[in-house]
């Protein structure tokens, strides 16, 4: 794989702190050149470029072997009914051709092929019908892979299928690391660092509250600036879905938002998806209270 850019090209940022650095631990925090596996989740072939490209450049840069994992098989996604039977074998195609324009080498591109705007209904370990749902494809492959590190999509008023994807590795990848299930997948696996990426929608303000920021306006806690040249590459492999220009042309518009003075930029939330019950302050509060 060529690489157009290097590590210096990014810059990382702890927006809650207010800190930057050209360290990818500032990001990913322990990061193992050389040893992480990272996966990015999209229910829609073309959302991980949109949402996460700039976080995807920066960790093949930083020594990872990198997966993308595409939920839905794209059947909605065409703009002339004459292409109604034919989009899925399309998307797939553009699909593969633009993740390996990128970078990624195509036994990384995996695709579960659900239907568009239905994914919602094939959430959990079993289906009402019987048939396994996403539960055990998702235990299996992140413990077959070993990975270390995943982005998800914004599950916050986006998309009911980007919603369902962010509820499936919020509560699912999370047990990769228990020891449940052990004939799911090779051993257990646990996640180091999930970072939420936005396709085209706001987050959601909770972050933002639990930590006390007054500026609600400020959503992602987490960004990366990278140079135009590395926006330009995402451009390139993005022209890949020639059946999805119409579709996407106001989020590609969309992108001119991005440009600082800094650089391009990309937002995430880091998220924690255990988050352990703080009894402090409820000691507190009930030694306050005193007894009757």
């Keep these: 794989m060529k690489h157009i850019n290097n590590m210096k090209d990014f810059t990382y940022y702890n927006l809650r702190n207010k800190v930057c650095a050209n360290d990818i631990n500032l990001l990913f925090p322990g990061w193992e050149h050389g040893k992480e596996q990272v996966a990015i989740f999209g229910a829609h072939d073309d959302d991980p470029l949109l949402g996460a490209g700039y976080a995807m450049s920066a960790v093949m840069e930083n ?21 109604k039977n034919t989009i899925v074998d399309i998307r797939r195609k553009e699909n593969e051709n633009a ?61 009911t299928d980007h919603t369902a994807v962010f509820e499936t590795c919020m509560y699912d990848i999370v047990q990769c690391g228990d020891s449940v299930l052990s004939d799911l997948g090779k051993e257990p696996q646990h996640v180091k660092t999930y970072l939420q990426y936005s396709v085209w929608a706001d987050f959601s303000p909770e972050d933002t509250l639990v930590n006390n920021e007054t500026n609600t306006a400020i959503r992602a806690n987490r960004a990366i600036t990278c140079p135009a040249s590395i926006e330009e590459h995402i451009h390139k492999a993005l022209k890949e879905y020639v059946s999805q220009e119409l579709i996407i042309k106001n989020l590609m518009e ?4 991005r440009q600082t003075k800094a650089g391009y930029m990309e937002l995430y939330i880091d998220i924690k998806p255990r988050p352990k019950l703080d009894y402090a302050p409820y000691v507190s509060l009930i030694e306050s209270i005193g007894r009757v």
């Design 63 to 83: 020594g990872a072997d990198i997966y993308a994992v595409i939920f839905c098989q794209g059947d909605c996604g065409y703009s002339v009914p004459e292409q």
């Design 99 to 159: 993740l390996m324009r990128f970078g990624l080498k195509k036994e990384n591109i995996i695709r579960f092929e659900y239907p568009d705007f239905s994914l919602w209904q094939f959430k959990g370990k079993q289906l009402i019908n019987g048939e396994d749902g996403l539960f055990k494809k998702m235990l299996e492959f992140i413990r077959n892979n070993k990975i270390t590190r995943v982005l998800i999509p914004n599950g916050y008023r986006e998309h």
């Design 254 to 257: 969309q992108r001119r938002e």
